[in-house]
């Protein structure tokens, strides 16, 4: 099932890449498939910016903007209800969405 | 080591559910160390269901956790597989329940209760954590390897290269889904691509839904009553026939924008055309509204204010439902959230005074 086309941040700088297959090991969606010593992207448009990739990637060849994707924070923001922030944060106890 | 029975009195009421084995003098070849561990079998009883079925309802799961630290299943010793856990007693049930006829280790990590996939966006299933759970249970003195298998959602939380550096242990992602575990095993540590795919179907929507639609229904009830109220109010006060010829086909109109929203859309998904979510819960919203005057057509007949705020309002009000689905799928990303909501929040502010002012003009036909 796909999400919304072109709207993904992923960026991959294959010259970067040590070949060490992390971001192949974690992603969900398959995004990243390894061929030979490096990496390849696959699809953008099937990533969720969960960030799991950019995390493990040592050599910081991958960057994605992460964030909580709930509509519900989303728009509590907007109107400077509350931080960007899940509202299920570790600080507050009133427990909303999640 | 020191292997310890768990008096109901230590831990929280939740882990006396889980049916604990107490080892004595287990030789295990580990080093010496006075950590505790806790022995756990590999079995649900009756009370793990019924947690298992009351997470997916409510607010229970806002208080189902277990003690960080230190757990084993089976014998496990210096050379059985390390797994890591979050503290939600749920993810823990169903990693253990996994392990059936496996000696392991299971190193529970505090993410306050919160699942993998959720504490590890969150960071609390992270780096941090591991590295600080890894010293405190002192899991170098309990196995000779370095080797640590964590579950694929947990690398949005842990970076692999820091863990290494940081505790000398070395990260193996597991497969994403517990059941995998037993082959995962088999093929070396190897998961295939079918275990490392997250998948989002049927099942996985339908679970998710009560915790979309019994929050949808709560915070409508107040608002659908008080509908129901100026619906019957006369210059005699508050006549209750009225209520039932004014006000229920309202509300009857607006429950099945919430259903469409809340249920039908996320159950439908993939079945629904188009990608946004807004639009797939406002196109649902249009069936469910011809839905209802098909079935109850005669009730709409010459009521024109009705008919008109069943098309404006009730689509926008299933297409906001549907979005705030978003923040429960593994198929979405923020950037599409933000981009759908730029659009669509200007539209459901209009549409709701719209409506807002289409009821009123109902209620004063009705007069």
Redesign the interface.
């Known amino acids: ?5 072109n ?3 992923l960026q991959y700088k294959s010259e970067w890449c040590i070949g060490c297959g ?1 971001c192949e ?6 995004v990243f498939r390894m061929e030979g010593t490096k990496a390849i992207l696959i699809d953008r448009d099937r ?6 990739c950019a ?2 990637c ?1 050599v910081h060849a991958i960057e994605v ?11 509590k923001s ?1 109107f400077g209800i509350e931080s960007k922030e ?1 509202s ?3 600080e507050n106890t009133n ?1 909303g ?2 | 080591m020191k292997f310890y029975k768990i008096n109901k009195g230590l831990y929280e009421p939740h882990v006396a559910s889980m049916k604990i084995i107490h080892q004595n003098n287990a030789r295990c070849g580990c080093r010496e160390t006075n950590k505790d561990v806790v022995f756990v079998s590999t079995k649900w009883n009756i009370g793990d269901y019924i947690g298992a079925i009351r997470c997916r309802l409510g ?1 229970f799961r ?1 208080s189902y956790s277990i003690q960080p630290g230190l757990y084993a299943v089976g014998i496990p010793d210096s050379k059985s597989d390390v797994f890591i856990s979050a503290n939600y007693k749920l993810s823990f049930n169903i990693l253990r329940k996994s392990l059936a006829g496996i000696n392991a280790w299971i190193l529970v990590l505090d993410t ?1 209760g ?1 699942n993998v996939w ?1 504490a590890a ?2 960071g ?1 299933f992270g780096t941090e954590e591991l590295t600080k759970r890894i010293k405190s249970c002192e899991l170098e003195k309990i196995v000779t390897h370095r080797r640590i298998i964590v579950p ?2 947990g ?7 820091e863990v290494a550096m940081r505790s000398g242990f070395r990260v193996v ?1 597991g497969p ?1 889904r517990a059941k995998d575990i037993r082959e995962y095993l088999k093929r070396d540590y190897k ?1 295939t ?1 079918e275990m ?3 998948r ?1 179907g049927f099942t996985d929507r339908l679970i998710l839904v009560p915790m979309e639609l019994i929050p949808a229904i709560k915070k409508s009830f107040f608002p659908l009553v008080l509908i129901l109220a100026l619906s019957g109010l006369t210059s005699e006060g508050i006549l209750f026939a009225k209520i039932a010829q004014v006000g229920i086909p309202v509300v009857v109109m607006l429950c099945a924008g919430i259903f469409s929203g809340a249920a039908i859309t996320p159950m439908l ?2 079945f629904i055309p188009l ?2 979510f807004a639009l797939k819960g406002y196109f649902s919203g249009l069936i469910a509204v011809l839905v209802v005057y098909t079935v109850w057509g005669s009730f709409f007949l010459g009521k024109t204010f009705l008919v008109l705020f069943s098309f404006v309002g009730v689509p926008a009000f299933s297409s906001y439902l549907a ?2 689905f ?2 429960s799928t ?12 730029k659009i669509s ?1 200007p539209f459901f502010f209009i549409s709701a005074v719209i409506a807002a002012g289409l009821f009123a003009g109902h209620l004063f036909m009705e007069w």
């Open positions: 099932m796909k999400y919304l086309k709207v993904a941040t992390r090991e974690v992603c969900p969606h398959r990533c969720m910016e969960c960030y799991a995390r493990n040592a903007r992460s964030g909580v994707g709930c509509a519900a924070a989303i728009i907007r899940c299920c944060s570790i427990r969405c999640c | 607010r806002d306050k919160v959720c966006g969150k609390t694929q959602f690398a949005v939380g842990v970076s692999a290269h992602y994403l998961a691509e490392r795919t997250v989002f998904l993939p990608r946004s979005l705030q978003t923040g593994t198929i979405t990303n923020m950037s599409g959230v933000e981009k759908e909501i929040l």
